[in-house]
């Protein structure tokens, strides 16, 4: 059986599914991270408050993409509009960041 949705309402769901991902958030200067435990090395997306651009790994990315039978693009998007709503900053440009080791997602210490 398939469900027509609105564009808001699968807004909404991907943005509660990430919220399920309980990410922590880990800051470091103008830097913050979101990692799925505190003892990680690597984190999932990355954002920097001074420029306002944000890396999300490419993992990630596919894993958004697959599960909701979106493109790439529209992931990206939509993971970009969820930092947004979630840091209530604003996001000026995405970059996919490919999988670790990554300077732009490693948890520097």
Do not use: H
Request: a neutral charge.
């Amino acid at each position: 059986m398939k469900y027509l949705i609105t564009e808001s309402q699968r807004d909404k769901v991907i943005f509660k599914y990430l919220n399920n991902q309980d990410f922590v958030q880990i800051r470091k200067g103008a830097t913050i991270f979101f990692v799925n435990s505190e003892d990680d090395e690597y984190s999932e997306i990355r954002y920097d408050k001074i420029s306002g651009w944000c890396y999300i790994v490419i993992s990630l990315i596919n894993e958004v993409s697959s599960f909701f039978s979106l493109s790439i693009s529209e992931s990206i998007k939509l993971i970009s509009r969820w930092v947004e709503d979630t840091l209530k900053m604003i996001v000026v440009q995405t970059r996919e960041a490919k999988p670790a080791p990554n300077v732009w997602i490693r948890v520097n210490n």
